[in-house]
């Protein structure tokens, strides 16, 4: 009988390196590029997160086998080098090869820049990802999803996983896929949003990181079909506006982690990271006249934003406060969902805001209806049937603190806050009406 112990593998980055100045140091990666001189070689090495830059010198040893995306272990002297960009360079001693392709890359992507259409891009994802600047598009999102989960966690909410396959929705049954389930008939989640509403019940603040699927035949640059969300559900609030607050705040902590934890992603991407202080407000009415004063522009949908006018809104709004960010309350009831609650004084308008960052639509949230009886009545007035949500309005007849929240696309966020053009390239694998692969 073996007894395992418990070990990880180190990685070894830049960061490491630079502090093994003077000494020998191993690590592993892919061989990003080879720039052959005379006499000796600059071997690329792409880890992890970096590029790290070695010599081979090409007169003492010389490793025929070594290709680009070939898979290495190097072991070498780390010296100091000032013209390079980490500071140091690697004198490589000793290669391991420990993979190799079988075959050249269908993109060049050790280039600046892949220089390829966007279609191409995602049809060879897997590789043309590994382009330096390609891959640092998803750490930097990764930094943002993990600066949010800090900032929730230390205000108390709790990280939930809901299920994704359904019995129902309740953002509306038309845009959502259908799938048999065991000789029934269920559908893929349009939103975690019951179970959140359940969950407050349970912990009182909640959020969720996963996977939300619309099936709207949106063939757009700002939609997919399947996205990340991130889900937020609050209890025991005073007002909606505590919900903008509270993503006010986990903004600014976002953006303050983003700059202290991927200042190289943020470098190599030229990010300008927003200044979240407070976000101005308005309501939706409001933001129409605004719009069709100043552009002189007619309203044509009295119930929604269009596109261009999202964007000639952040531009009103950025010149007039500074703000990249607009809040846009009181939504119409007819546009918003069943739970929407609505103002006391005005049930044509709903206790509910957008948040539009740099002319796009990112977040969409409010305040519930928690009232058991508030909730069947709305359910009836809109021609649904109450006994089909019965595991929904446990929540309300049981009793349910005031509460709230929001739902905010990662990817369309991503793409704002990166200066993208399309939100497939804020996406990993993204999913369309035209793609199912890789």
Known sequence: MNNIVGKTIEVIEEKELREKLGSIAEFTGAVYKIRKMSGFSFVIIRTARNLIQCVLDTSKCSYEELCENACVRIKGMVRKEERARAGFEIDILEVEILSQPAAESPVVINNKEVKASLETKLDYRPVTLRNHKERAVFKIQEGFINGAREFLRNQKFTEIHTPKIVFAGVEGGANMFSLEYFGKEAYLAQSPQAFKQMMVGVYDRVFEVGAVYRAEKHDTARHLNEYMGLDLEMGYINSFYDIMETETAMLQYSMAYLKDNYKEELELLSVSLPVVEEIPAISFQEAKEW????????????????????????????????????????????????????????????????????????????????????????????????????????????????????????????????????????????????????
Do not use: W
């Open 291 to 438: 719009i069709q004063k100043e552009f002189n522009r007619e309203i044509a949908d009295f119930y929604d934003f269009e596109p261009e006018e999202e964007r000639l809104l952040c531009q009103l709004v950025k010149e007039k406060t500074g703000s990249e960010f607009i809040f846009v309350t009181h939504y119409p009831t007819a546009k918003r969902p069943f739970y929407a609650m609505e103002e006391e004084n005005n049930k044509e308008v709903t206790k509910s805001f957008d948040l539009l960052f740099r002319g796009i639509e990112v977040t969409t949230g409010g305040q519930r209806i928690h009232d058991y009886h508030a909730q069947v009545e709305k359910m009836v007035a809109r021609g649904m049937n109450p006994e089909a949500f019965e595991s929904y309005l446990m929540l309300h007849k049981y009793g349910i603190a005031p509460h709230g929240g929001l739902g905010m696309g990662v990817e369309r966020f991503t793409m704002s806050l990166l200066g993208k053009n399309n939100v497939r390239e804020a996406a990993l694998f993204p999913r369309d009406m035209n793609r199912l692969v890789p």
